[in-house]
């Protein structure tokens, strides 16, 4: 099992991945939220801190939120900036936690590349989510426009391999539309929609040096939301097959 506080300096101020990751945490949630408005959701159950971004947004909208976190590192640095909000953080690797309580709604945002054993984590969350609860998961794209060039670039041999990023980010493996799906799936899940997270065309330092360059980026949230396959990210909302059926 990784040690978290190994990889925590990815989720610090000025990171290298930091425009993307926050371009992309400030955007998801929403999406999320979308979902749920109509659903009288009160409770939420999310895997990971990381940057906080996420946190801070859906804290706003549930009157019980609960966040697992493995790394003393991250919870230090969220509660120095964040000492108000109605948030109960736990310290614990998500493979150790238990709790009898049910949850309206869990949110696995981009959590599953990092895991040792990503189908016991979907298995044993499963038994915390509410009768008619959702499940929402975020995961890096293998398939995503800026991969797919990278391997006819030469820059990696493989669509599924790991590289110097996803390494240094603690990435385990990689997902796309389908394996996700199927996994899931296989897990007792049932996708009921999805759609995808930041179309990227170019990589960061070209964009950087276009005109309009936050109205590029944020075009390109909006225009991914129908291209999941080419995108960066993918996001699915899921309910257990038995809810579902």
Same mark, same amino acid.
């Given at each position: 099992?990784?040690?978290?506080?190994?990889?925590?300096?990815?989720?610090?101020?000025?990171?290298?991945?930091?425009?993307?990751?926050?371009?992309?945490?400030?955007?998801?949630?929403?999406?999320?939220?979308?979902?749920?408005?109509?659903?009288?959701?009160?409770?939420?159950?999310?895997?990971?801190?990381?940057?906080?971004?996420?946190?801070?947004?859906?804290?706003?909208?549930?009157?019980?939120?609960? @966040?697992?976190?493995?790394?003393?590192?991250?919870?230090?640095?969220?509660?120095?900036?964040?000492?108000?909000?109605?948030?109960?953080?736990?310290?614990?690797?998500?493979?150790?936690?238990?709790?009898?309580?049910?949850? !309206?709604?869990?949110?696995?945002?981009? @959590?599953?590349?990092?895991? !040792?054993?990503?189908?016991?984590?979907? !298995?044993?969350?499963?038994?915390?989510?509410?009768?008619?609860?959702?499940?929402? @998961?975020?995961?890096?794209?293998?398939?995503?426009?800026?991969?797919?060039?990278?391997?006819?670039?030469?820059?990696?041999?493989?669509?599924? !391999?790991?590289?110097?990023?996803?390494?240094?980010?603690?990435?385990?493996?990689?997902?796309?539309?389908?394996?996700?799906?199927?996994?899931?799936?296989?897990?007792?899940?049932?996708?009921?929609?999805?759609?995808?997270?930041?179309?990227?065309?170019?990589?960061?330092?070209?964009?950087?040096?276009?005109?309009?360059?936050?109205?590029?980026?944020?075009?390109?949230?909006?225009?991914?939301?129908?291209?999941?396959?080419?995108?960066?990210?993918?996001?699915?909302?899921?309910?257990?097959?038995?809810?579902?059926?």
């Amino acid at each position: 099992m990784n040690n978290l506080n190994d990889v925590a300096s990815h989720y610090m101020p000025g990171a290298p991945t930091a425009i993307e990751n926050e371009l992309i945490l400030n955007w998801y949630p929403h999406r999320i939220l979308s979902r749920l408005k109509e659903c009288g959701t009160k409770s939420l159950l999310e895997l990971g801190l990381g940057h906080g971004h996420t946190a801070l947004i859906f804290n706003k909208f549930f009157r019980r939120h609960v @966040v697992i976190e493995g790394s003393s590192v991250v919870i230090d640095l969220f509660k120095t900036k964040n000492k108000s909000l109605n948030i109960e953080i736990i310290e614990s690797y998500f493979e150790n936690y238990s709790t009898a309580e049910k949850f !309206d709604a869990i949110v696995m945002g981009f @959590v599953l590349e990092h895991i !040792d054993d990503p189908g016991m984590v979907l !298995d044993r969350f499963r038994q915390y989510l509410a009768p008619d609860g959702r499940l929402f @998961v975020a995961v890096p794209n293998a398939k995503s426009l800026n991969r797919r060039l990278g391997v006819e670039l030469g820059i990696i041999n493989d669509i599924y !391999d790991l590289n110097e990023n996803d390494i240094a980010q603690g990435h385990q493996r990689q997902f796309c539309r389908a394996t996700l799906k199927s996994f899931l799936g296989d897990h007792g899940f049932e996708v009921v929609w999805e759609e995808g997270i930041y179309l990227k065309p170019l990589p960061l330092g070209l964009l950087q040096q276009l005109p309009r360059f936050h109205d590029n980026l944020q075009a390109m949230l909006k225009v991914g939301i129908d291209f999941p396959d080419l995108c960066v990210g993918l996001l699915m909302e899921m309910r257990n097959q038995k809810s579902a059926s």
